[in-house]
């Protein structure tokens, strides 16, 4: 066994066989993580002391960011005794994931592309999630992840913005076999991307591209039901997509006050932005000392927008990223 410290002097032990995630999943402590198997970069860290060996190739991560001691704590196992740069979540109480059946309550095409579909739970079994999770939806030996679009304020069913690919083997169930009633499994909640309790920062900035808006709806449903704690916040949202047509979501009739901005990347309006989300959110000269920053979608995204943003002064600590990553 070996002694992991955390950046807050925290330590559990941890076994060469498990990777630190598990490890400190058994000690009781929670670190932040998403996809499990290397690929979105949720649960990079920094190692300032120790050894470990990856389980499986770190491709989430850069060549100049493993040279700068950077690990995926999803697919490391420890070789010594180990202090790596790491939050414990324990604080936030996360459920712990389960299996639960649900059946398809309401389909509802939003784009030629996407698909909103809304699942019920049985009335004593609801599903126990924080704003900005996801779960895994099971069909037959098929598994994919999806963030979930609406608040837990109303446990009793969640709703998925599903994006179609052309070779997706779930796409082809969802956009032409999936009919009101069928019978799914979910698995979840996952993930550690949520609202922090960063009480001290005047500025919340979202940015999504694609269906990653969806935690983004989540967590903004969610603040709205505690607008008193978030009324002296400056809020922004920056969406990207391609076309002004892939605009499914709004952020009106929320009663926060939100400053939204649509970004387009294929087409020119004149009520929308053209060009990167992180780009125009630089545009905008927003204080990033007194930001905190929740990004959701593309890996390339995430990755850009965390180097541009902390290059123009938003400390390290205060992004919070959750990375779409395609399975086949």
Not at 18 to 45: F, M, N, Q, Y
Not at 261 to 268: A, I, M
Request: net charge neutral; charged share 25%.
């Amino acid at each position: 066994m070996f002694t992991i410290t955390l950046k807050n002097n925290k330590t559990f032990q941890c076994s060469a066989n498990d990777t630190l995630i598990e490890g400190a999943r058994k000690a009781g402590i929670t670190l932040e993580h998403s996809c499990l198997s290397g690929r979105c970069s949720s649960c990079k860290v920094m190692v300032d002391d120790g050894s470990s060996e990856p389980t499986m190739d770190e491709v989430a991560l850069s060549q100049k960011e493993k040279e700068d001691g950077f690990i995926l704590s999803c697919v490391r196992t420890p070789k010594t005794d180990m202090v790596i740069r790491a939050e414990d979540l324990s604080e936030y109480k996360l459920a712990v994931p389960k299996t639960l059946p649900a059946k398809i309550k309401n389909i509802e095409k939003l784009t030629e592309d996407v698909l909103k579909v809304e699942l019920r739970f049985p009335p004593n079994q609801p599903l126990n999630f924080m704003a900005g999770q996801y779960v895994n939806v099971i069909k037959g030996n098929i598994k994919r992840s999806y963030s979930i679009g609406n608040s837990s304020k109303e446990n009793t069913g969640i709703e998925l913005f599903i994006k179609k690919y052309p070779d997706g083997l779930l796409s082809q169930y969802w956009f032409n076999e999936a009919k009101i009633n069928d019978l799914l499994r979910i698995e979840g909640p996952r993930g550690t991307f949520f609202i922090r309790n960063n009480a001290s920062y005047k500025n919340i900035i979202f940015l999504a591209t694609g269906t990653g808006i969806a935690p983004v709806k989540s967590m903004l449903e969610s603040i709205a039901g505690l607008s008193e704690d978030f009324k002296n916040k400056n809020i922004y949202v920056f969406w990207g997509v391609k076309f002004v047509n892939d605009l499914f979501w709004s952020s009106e009739n929320l009663g926060l006050n939100i400053k939204y901005f649509p970004v387009l990347s294929r087409e020119k309006t004149p009520s929308t932005e053209v060009g990167h989300i992180q780009d125009v959110l630089l545009s905008k000269n927003i204080d990033l000392k007194e930001s905190v920053v929740y990004a959701c979608g593309s890996n390339d995204m995430i990755h850009e927008a965390k180097n541009k943003l902390t290059e123009n002064g938003l400390p390290d600590f205060n992004f919070y990223s959750d990375a779409f990553v395609t399975s086949n």
